[in-house]
Structures are given as C-alpha cells and as structure tokens.
C-alpha cells in the first residue's frame, strides 16, 4: 500500500514538472520561433519574442503551488525559482498532511499538467484529456472543446439534469483522476 500511494504521489508531481518544462520549451525557447498566439513583446535584449501569457501562467502556476505547500506546511522554507522545479519541493514539504489534503494537492498537479498541455496542444490533438475518465458515467470517451474550453462526454446517453451532454473543466476532470486511484489503491490492498 505504502508503495502504491509512494508510485501515485511521484507519478502526479513528475507529470506536472515535466509538463511545465515542456510549455517553457515549446513556448519560451527562442529557437523554437515564435509563439503563434497569445500576447507577445520582444525583450530589450533579445530580438526573440517572449509569449507573456506562457510567463503568466507559470508564475501564477508556482504561485498556487507555493501557497497551497505553505498553508499546510508553514515551515517549508524557500520555494524553488523555477515553476517546474516546485512540484518536488511541495511533494517533499506535503507527506505527511491529511489524506484530503493529499488529495487536493495531486488534483492540483494534475490540473497543472493538463493545462499546461492545453496551452501546448490547444485542441488535444495528443490526445492527453481523452486518456480521463468521464466523472459521471466514467466512460473513456471525453474529447477537448477548444471553443468551450471544457471536456465533452462522448457518450449519448450521459447528459446533466438539463439533458445536455456532460462537460467538465479540468479541475473536474483531475478530481475525478484522483477519485479513481484512490479507489484502486483501495481495492488492491
Ligand atoms: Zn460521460
């Protein structure tokens, strides 16, 4: 059990690190040319321009992450500089906090990871959101709706209580990735 939790817990922190570090390189590498959408300002020192919504978002990314590690562990110290650094630092600084506490804080890796993805892959044509599960009839047919900006269930018959389809938003989609563990960490002890 020790274990699983142990393989459950790296697996969401490494998933968010490493695609914080995939944004900054798709995003934030010069040499990678430049970004086809967003704001953009060219440096004083460097005639690449810098996609100032992707540094938006990783600062305000690694600012939730600190917040939530500080809040429930006061003595954490200092964060690292780098937003896909602070994953490990807030896995670190967190094992011992309540099992809910836990929970929040993978659903927040994982939403991290997901949207750091839909920042890269705007369309999910890499297909990351449809490896979720739909929360309400966990079917493995949920597809990405760039206009929406939310997940669509697939499946006719899975409608809310308007008898729309089901859709959710990312924050719903990690809660559920993390309901899902925890009931088969359960059932495999
Ligand atoms: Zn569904």
Same mark, same amino acid.
């Given at each position: 059990?020790?274990?699983?939790?142990?393989d459950t817990r790296t697996r969401t922190n490494?998933?968010?690190?490493?695609r914080m570090r995939l944004l900054t390189a798709e995003h934030l590498t010069p040499t990678r040319g430049a970004p086809?959408?967003?704001?953009?300002?060219?440096?004083?020192h460097s005639p690449a321009p810098v996609d100032l919504d992707t540094v938006d978002y990783l600062s305000a990314a690694r600012t939730e992450a600190i917040t939530f590690t &500080?809040?429930?562990a006061p003595d954490a110290g200092p964060a690292p500089a780098d937003a896909a650094d602070?994953?490990?630092?807030?896995?670190?600084?967190?094992q011992t906090i309540? #099992?809910?506490?836990?929970?929040?804080? &993978?659903?927040?890796?994982?939403?991290?990871?997901?949207?750091a993805h839909l920042r890269i892959d705007r369309d999910d044509s890499r297909g990351l959101i449809r490896r979720h599960r739909c929360p309400r009839c966990h079917c493995l *047919? /949920? /597809?990405?709706?760039? #206009?929406?900006?939310?997940?669509?269930? *697939?499946?006719?018959?899975? /409608?809310?209580n308007k008898a729309? #389809?089901?859709?959710?938003?990312?924050?719903?989609?990690?809660?559920?990735?993390?309901?899902?563990?925890n009931r088969m960490l359960r059932t495999a002890t």
């Open positions: 059990m020790g274990n699983d939790e142990g490494q998933t968010a690190a490493a086809t959408h967003g704001r953009t300002a060219t440096m004083a &500080r809040r429930h602070v994953y490990a630092w807030m896995d670190e600084h967190t309540q #099992p809910a506490a836990q929970d929040q804080r &993978r659903t927040l890796e994982i939403r991290h990871a997901l949207e *047919g /949920v /597809v990405w709706s760039e #206009p929406l900006q939310r997940a669509v269930c *697939g499946s006719g018959r899975c /409608v809310d729309r #389809p089901s859709t959710w938003s990312v924050y719903q989609l990690a809660e559920a990735r993390v309901a899902d563990q």
